[in-house]
């Protein structure tokens, strides 16, 4: 009998070990179950974050876009302002030295390089300047040059930007006086040119023509 009875312990005390080990097993399992399994929620809210933040960087926001619009705006409005301010300058000629050097520097800034120098502005500064000092020592002109003692003095403009052209394409009529150096009386004039401009500067400069203004008659090279 004794000996029966302690093999029944031993099953029995087997049986609770076993059952012990599946018990952790199971709950072993069932940990890392858990731990691993997705979390749906969490990476629907992940995603939707991405694509907001990727909407946002794609579509430009309204301020933006009237910045965008304002900046092309004001762009074209100075390059109008500029080209006015150069006819200013270009047109207008005082027979003095300290004045025709500030007008070569002004338009030095106004014109590109090639316009400048196409257009021979710094000659014919140089040529104005010593036929002024010739004249002022001898009363003689040198009719035989190509530049002329004449007094220019800027009016008025209008200028039309060119609808079928290229970006930068102007057409100009520019009024002014002008008289010669000898006379006391001028005459208004009017010139029609072809500009082409280049950001805020003058690139290309075609004198389509000139003609004098009817009835435009000036005192002393005054409008």
């Known amino acids: 009998m004794t000996d029966q009875n302690k093999v029944r ?8 070990i076993v059952v012990l080990v599946l018990l952790g097993v199971i709950g072993l399992v069932v940990a890392m179950t858990n731990g691993n399994a997705p979390q749906p929620q969490t990476t629907s809210k992940s995603i939707s974050s991405q694509q907001l933040s990727s909407a946002k960087r794609t579509a430009p926001s309204s301020a933006e876009v009237q910045s965008s619009s304002s900046s092309s705006g004001g762009s074209s409005q100075s390059q109008q302002e500029s080209l006015e301010s150069f006819l200013k300058d270009y047109q207008t000629q005082k027979l003095d030295k300290s004045e025709l050097l500030k007008r070569q ?10 316009a400048y120098q196409a257009n021979h502005v710094g000659d014919d500064t140089s040529n104005l300047i010593a036929m002024i000092a010739s004249y002022q020592k001898n009363k003689t002109i040198d009719t035989s040059n190509s530049t002329q003692l004449i007094e220019q003095n800027y009016l008025s403009s209008k ?10 394409s102007y057409y100009v009529e520019v009024t002014y006086s002008e008289r010669p150096i000898y006379q006391k009386e001028g005459t208004s004039m009017k010139a029609r040119y072809n500009v082409t401009m280049e950001e805020n500067k003058v690139a290309a400069l075609n004198l389509i023509d000139t003609q004098p203004v009817s009835g435009g008659k000036t005192s002393n090279g005054n409008g």
């Open 159 to 168: 200028i039309y930007q060119q609808q079928n052209a290229a970006p930068g």
């Open 105 to 114: 520097a002004a338009l030095k800034i106004e014109m590109t390089d090639e």
């Open 9 to 16: 312990k031993l099953i029995a005390l087997g049986l609770v």
